[in-house]
């Protein structure tokens, strides 16, 4: 049977490289290509950007990227194993592949980059989750990628969408929808997978805002919002009593009421808190001893 690039069908590619899948480092393989140039479609015209894969484990969704038109994909492995099978890949696409052996989480590879750069990745769902907060934290925005197009465990796809009232609604979804354009592009069941994991999947593409939806300071939102959301169930005025002075004060200012609890508070309430938090701070430390 033909494959989108006329080289071997993954399955052959897995028993040739012996690529067993390896549970403690979450290998739960997409072999179907059509279903990875489908997740690569969703990535955006590929064309004209550098892709940043981590986790590429035997290179099915590298092969995706590839044949959907990404002018260069520099891949990210931290199983040595897998390396010769995306050596193959590299070889039938010259100038196209560059392989990089390594933890994700201890590498910066932006400097191999040449924008504008799209983020793509089927990883296990706890060290994806770490990146994702990386990638939407640094210092300076805008980041160095335009977009995200990311696996995730459909619950935790959720919460990076979920909106205020909602059960999956928090600091994930304030962060998320502050700096991007967050939506759910496909849903996966575990049959996809092999070998199948125990729970649903879900595709999220990430579009970067060139400036935050609402002016708010990253670390005084940071700290706000998990203050508001370690004591979900409580009222404001309780949950935010480490902010110091009079918070109820604070809320009403900026329209909130004090007897509300965290998730009933909107993107827009919660970085106006912030840059009422931040005001405050300010006054405070300009203000004679
Ligand atoms: N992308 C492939 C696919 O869709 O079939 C493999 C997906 S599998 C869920 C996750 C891959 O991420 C594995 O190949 C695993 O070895 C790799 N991986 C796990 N942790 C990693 C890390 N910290 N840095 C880089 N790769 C990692």
């Keep these: 049977m033909g494959t989108i690039d006329g080289l071997p069908p993954l399955r052959e590619v897995i028993r040739a490289h012996d690529l067993v899948a390896k549970k403690q480092l979450g290998q739960n393989f997409l072999l179907d290509l059509n279903l990875t140039a489908k997740i690569a479609r969703m990535a955006g015209d590929l064309s004209a950007c550098d892709v940043l894969e981590v986790g590429p484990g ?15 994909v520099l891949v990210v492995e931290k199983d040595p194993r897998c390396v010769p099978a995306l050596e193959e890949i590299a070889a039938a696409h010259p100038g196209r592949v560059e392989i990089v052996l390594g933890d994700a989480l201890d590498l910066d590879l932006t400097g191999r980059l ?29 980041p160095f990628w335009t977009s995200l197009t990311l696996m995730f465990q459909k619950e935790v796809a959720e919460r990076i969408v979920a909106k205020p009232k909602g ?4 600091r994930l979804a304030l962060l998320s929808q502050w700096r991007t354009d967050a939506k759910i592009v496909m849903h ?38 998990a203050m508001a959301f370690n004591q979900r169930r409580k009222m404001l005025r309780s949950s935010l009593k480490g902010l110091g002075g009079d918070v109820e004060a604070l809320l009403t200012d900026v329209g909130i009421a004090p007897t509300a609890r965290a998730e009933e ?21 300009a203000a004679p001893a």
């Design 58 to 72: 035997p290179g099915g969704l590298t092969r995706g990227l590839l044949a959907e038109g990404a002018r260069r």
């Design 188 to 225: 996966l069941p575990p049959e996809a997978f092999t070998p199948a994991p125990k729970v649903h999947s879900a595709v999220v593409h990430l579009t970067r805002l060139e400036v935050p939806r609402f002016d708010a300071e990253a670390g005084v939102l940071s700290r706000v919002t």
């Design 114 to 142: 040449t924008g504008p750069i799209r983020i793509v990745a089927n990883l296990p769902y706890n060290v994806g989750t770490e990146l994702l907060i990386r990638w939407l934290s640094p210092k300076v925005w805008p």
């Design 265 to 285: 508070i909107g993107l827009e309430g919660f970085c106006a808190l912030a840059r009422a938090v931040a005001r405050r701070d300010q006054e405070r430390a």
């Design 167 to 170: 059960e999956h609604y928090g």
